[in-house]
């Protein structure tokens, strides 16, 4: 089935910094990437919607400015967390979405866990 | 709008005894039914998914749902659990279009005790 790579996997950045999450991918073209975040204990809200060429879908409450996203090809978008604080520190998930009338469901990455200290 | 209720947060199960999940949606538009599991520190795995036909639903790893529209209800039940399923599950819904984003429950996070 199609592949997902979310990559890195987990890290750790101090307060301030910028972080940047690849999402790609790997046997096929999504011209939509969803992002997702995941605090401890909770549901997966839907923070944006990276569509190849153009701008990037918010949903609202998520600043678009501290949430960088970037559909630069079919198979990759990523999404940097600028000037990282450690309410920032969650579980983030990309995912392609399925179509699922042609009983193709979503695809999600692996997840990347970031820690801001 | 979507939205999805998931009543358990935690489930405690004896290890070979029967489980139920218990997932509700609303939507004022016809949605499509999915169950996810989420290993610790991994990404969402599907088990199952309903989209039309027949109302039960087996899915990988011995799970099966049930849709229920009267109730709107798509409970997640496995007849003998195992250790290896404690996990976190997540039910979730999409509206029948393409390209569609999932609205999730809030999960239930399903234990088995040896």
């Known amino acids: 089935g199609a592949v997902v790579s979310q990559h890195p996997s987990w890290v750790i950045c101090k307060s301030g910094t910028s972080v940047k999450i690849e999402c790609r991918s790997l046997?096929?073209?999504?011209?939509?990437m969803f992002w997702y975040r995941q605090f401890p204990k909770q549901s997966l809200m839907l923070m944006a919607t990276s569509n190849e060429g153009s701008k990037a879908t918010y949903e609202q409450g998520v600043e678009k400015d501290k949430f960088l996203i970037n559909h630069a090809s079919l198979t990759l978008s990523t999404l940097t967390v600028t000037s990282a604080h450690p309410e920032d520190s969650s579980f983030y998930i990309c995912?392609?979405?399925?179509?699922?009338?042609?009983?193709?469901?979503?695809?999600f990455g692996q997840g990347t866990r970031l820690t801001v200290v | 709008a979507q939205s999805v209720t998931q009543l358990d947060s935690q489930v405690p199960v004896f290890e070979e005894a029967p489980v139920e999940l218990r997932c509700n949606y609303s939507?004022?538009?016809?949605?499509?039914l999915f169950w996810y599991v989420q290993y610790p520190n991994q990404g969402l795995q599907l088990l199952l998914k309903?989209?039309?036909?027949?109302?039960l639903v087996k899915g990988i790893n011995g799970f099966e749902a049930e849709f229920n529209k009267s109730q709107t209800s798509f409970h997640l039940r496995k007849p003998s659990v195992h250790i290896s399923d404690t996990a976190e599950y997540f039910c979730a819904v999409s509206r029948i279009f393409g390209n569609e984003k999932l609205t999730f429950g809030t999960g239930t996070r399903l234990t088995i005790i040896p």
């Open positions: 939507s004022s538009v016809s949605v499509y």
């Open positions: 046997d096929f073209q999504a011209t939509t």
């Open positions: 309903y989209l039309s036909g027949s109302t």
């Open positions: 995912s392609a979405p399925g179509q699922a009338n042609m009983n193709t469901e979503a695809f």
